[in-house]
């Protein structure tokens, strides 16, 4: 690229671990000819807090709350994994109110954190403002959580065999109101980014990911879906009562990071659709199942999937039949395979690209360093 | 209610105590220089907090509450507490350049004011060659913002100033070429001239059909990336380069460069008042109000788009600069010539 | 800065000069508590709180507090999220980078005393107090906004009963 | 293709290789006998047409007191199968084949489980370390055995 007499050579630029734009702490060598970056290696392990290790120590109703800081912009769908597969071990049935409980919360849950995401990649390109209007909707949010489980982030909320609280009586018209004006929020957003020549400059035909190569990496999630394979979980590998809502899955073809961002603003929409269906069939009844503290579930080993904000969420626990303690817990999270595919992707872009195309991910490192 | 009696009062007392000539001219020239640090001092302070309250508001949110009424001694707190903090110099600093960098990028800001006509005989000294002077003393800053990314021996101020010395270099020339044409239709370079060229409203150039409106457009466009501000803020790009090419600086040589920054935005708005708004001409008001509102309207613009765009890639922005802006430009020019030559609206 | 620590010793030799020093000290301190601009620092949950709060409904600039991303300009670390191993000498180094009067929030159970992950975790600092000087502990995992704040408005009475005298 | 044409294809197609665990649940587990055989395995399942096992769930160690175990747990996207296998052997000479030629996304899998757990990877590529600290000297700490000196186990309350 340069001209032939003049000598050049590589520049090494650590980006990160300390990076305003950086999700958590994740670091970048970005070996660097000009601004066209040549190689990217990330370096993680800067939030790597061993929570396998604290599960082996834990009894099942004890890992939820140490699942929680698993995955934090999502701990609903974090308990949800280990809720069902701690069930699926011990074969328990969870009552049906609990069920539909679950499936609200879940879904309100990934609404706050495709709000996170739709901040926090404005902000990485540039725009301040639409991060807080996101947030502002994410406030609403928290305080339906508020008003169920007591926290606004880490919940707690979901317990092997059903639910910790039921809801209180004012949960459900304060949902509807939310419900009904947050369309109309999202057709905000799109007015602010969607369309802004900008943005989809800075977006279009950036960091595009092959059908091929998602599926190689297992890359999961709104990034699998922008690469035009049509696969979620909800639908594919139904799990608790999702086959009774209907729903449709937003699918695009050329992977780019812009997709990614269709993608989420359309799984925004859906998810609403889905918590106002879920509010008006949901029954009267108990919201557990009789679990003892100590659960003890027979010998055996399982791996559960859901479908979370960020792709494909498994646990896999193995029980050694008469303890009260996991013997083995594997998480395993979305982000950790987009991250380990996004040196592909940035070869040969700038290192503005490496921000839009880490911010279209969604990557946050709890999941990647576990 | 016009000040300039007031100057000629007191330049007559001057000259009453019977001082030689150059002295009188020494003292006044000082005070001049004096009265016009104190007011963009002053102006600067007020932009920076005006700035933290309007991105409020535009975020829903307050912005500076608690220092005084709506946060009113916020930016004096701040520099008050930039005073104290410990002025950190590296050790693998390159010494002198990164000590000057600031200082002529403040310098640079400030002595762009000499041509600018506060009001009406409101001026430090009116050059004839009055909008060439300053288009020339404004490109100082690439130098200290290339200064400042050499000397700070630190990759991303690297970035941050080569970044910063291509974008202002690429974008200083549409802006020349769009000022080219007011100056052609006002027929002179002074900026007292080109003010009283617009005496009426339907004079003003931004109403001269079509010319004015598109050198209008892209002047501003210029203006935004040479005060380095979104959607052209690459040299400081918070997300991209930590903090671009003031990274290692701290304490009093930061605030250098933050003032500098909201003295250049009141510049860049300044001059486009007086290029095409009519300076100071309007009815009922003070000569000078009128130009603190027209100043302060466009400074409003820029910072609505601070807080509502993106950011550009820089070779998206280098590309936006050289085959878009710069055609129009050149062709914007045209326009203007013929439209002097043909007379056909030289109202 | 060194102008500044002796400006003091002088006045006091002046008749009527420790009225001088005091309302000398109360600037001082009054700028530097209301205008404390936070090192964008946060590694987990603690982050995305730290970023609630600075949004529309908690407001960190109505304190006069702005994020800054290089440790040169920012006064005050917010030590938001689990410190573990591998991160602590990244702390201590942001920490060292920063410009003299600095302060430092540890933000959260984990930066306080490891926090759920004192036990049965290999990879976590228990506590940051060993690493950085810690001004200000904020319990909570993580703590609400308001809390946040509350530890922020304590850190601001902190730094007004400062005196120039005892700089370091 | 449901769970017992799915056992039952397996099963011929392997016949000595493979035996079926008992879980009672809709996703079959089976253990491979011998862990040598086991790119042979895996590459024989994705270019099956049939099966079409293209997308790695996840890779994790166990070590259950007297020896390792590995579980692999795959899925197909385009004929939604999905199913686990696992290996077993001894703590000494640990050591397996990488299957990161067969799914590029075991790499850091492997590599995860080398740093934790001491299971060698032949022909891995890059065996590095990446979620400990770099100056880490005290050994694998996923083990059961594993102590250090401050590592605080939490007190058994009743």
Known sequence: MTAPGIHTEEFQVNMGPHHPSTHGVCRFILTMDGEVIIKAEPVIGYLHRALEKICENRTYQQCIPVLDRFEYCTSMSCNEAFALA??????????????????????????????????????????????????????????????????????????????????????????????????????????????????IVRNKDIGVLTPEMAIAYAVSGPSLRASGVKFDLRKDDPYSIYDRFNFNIPVTHNGDCYDRYLIRIAEMRESARIVRQAIEQIPEGEIAAKVSMNYKPPEGEVYSRIENSRGEMGVYIQSPGKEKKPLRVKLRGGSYNQLQVMPELVKGHKIADVVAIMASLDIILPEVDR | MEITGIFKYLYEQLVATGLSQTWVEIISLVVAAVIVFGFLAVMALFLVWWERKVSGHIQQRFGPMMTGWHGWRQTIADAVKLLQKEDITPSTVDRPVFYWAPIICFVAAFVAYVTIPFGKGLIV????????????????????????????????????????????????????????????????????????SQAKIYQWYIFRLPFGPIAFIIYIIAATAETNRTPFDIPEAEQELVAGFNIEYSGMKFAMFFLAEFVNMFTVSAIAATLFLGGWQGPWLPSWMWFLIKSLALVFVFMWFRWTYPRLRVDQLMEFSWKFLLPVAFANLILAGWMKYSGWFNW | MGLIKKIPVYLERLPGGGILTTSLDWVFDQSRASSLWYLLFGTACCAIELMATGASRYDFDRLGMIFRASPRQADLIIAAGTITKKMAPRLRLLYDQMAEPRYVIAMGGCTVGGGPF??????????????????????????????????CITLQKKVKKEKIKDWS | MDRDELIKHLLEKFPEKIELLETGRAEPFFLLKNKDDLVAF???????????????????????????????????????????????????????????????????????????????????GNLKRFLLPDDWDQGHPMRKNWDAPDFVRMPEVE
């Open chain 1, 86 to 199: 701690a069930e699926k071990l011990g074969g328990l049935e969870v009552p049906e109110r609990a069920e539909y409980l679950r499936v609200i919360m879940l879904e309100l849950n990934r609404i706050a954190s495709h709000l996170i995401w739709f901040g926090t990649t404005s902000l990485d390109l540039g725009a301040i403002t639409p991060f807080l209007y996101g947030f502002r909707e994410r406030e609403d949010i928290l305080d339906l959580f508020e008003m169920t489980c007591g926290q606004r982030l880490t919940y707690n909320y979901i317990r092997v065999g059903g639910v910790a609280k039921d809801i209180p009586p004012e949960f459900i018209p304060k949902c509807k109101e939310f419900l009904d004006k947050f369309d109309a929020k999202v057709d905000d957003y799109e007015r602010v980014l969607t369309e802004n020549p900008i943005f």
């Open chain 4, 42 to 124: 895996c590459e024989s399942i994705k270019t099956d047409e049939n099966l079409d096992i293209d997308y790695l769930c996840n890779i994790g160690a166990v070590d259950t007191g007297e020896r390792f175990e590995v579980v692999y747990d795959v899925a197909s996207v385009k004929k939604h199968i999905r199913f686990d296998f696992k290996l077993r052997f001894e703590y000494e000479g640990a050591e397996i084949d990488s299957v990161q030629k067969v799914w590029p996304a075991a790499n850091w899998y492997e590599r995860e489980m080398w740093e934790l757990y001491g299971i060698n990877i032949r022909d891995h």
């Open chain 2, 125 to 196: 000294s009116d050059l004839n060659i009055g909008i060439l002077f300053i288009i020339a003393i404004t490109t100082f800053t690439i130098i200290s913002l290339l200064m400042a990314g050499w000397g700070s021996n630190n990759k991303y101020a690297l970035l941050g100033g080569m970044r910063s010395a291509a974008q202002v270099v690429s974008y200083e020339v549409p802006m020349v070429v769009a000022v080219l044409a007011v100056v052609l239709f006002a027929g002179s370079m002074s900026m007292v001239d080109i003010v009283q």
């Open chain 3, 118 to 151: 004192y036990y049965d975790s290999y990879a976590v600092e228990k506590g940051i107090d060993h690493i950085v000087p810690v001004d200000v502990y904020i319990p909570g995992c993580p703590p609400r906004p308001e809390s946040l704040l509350e530890g």
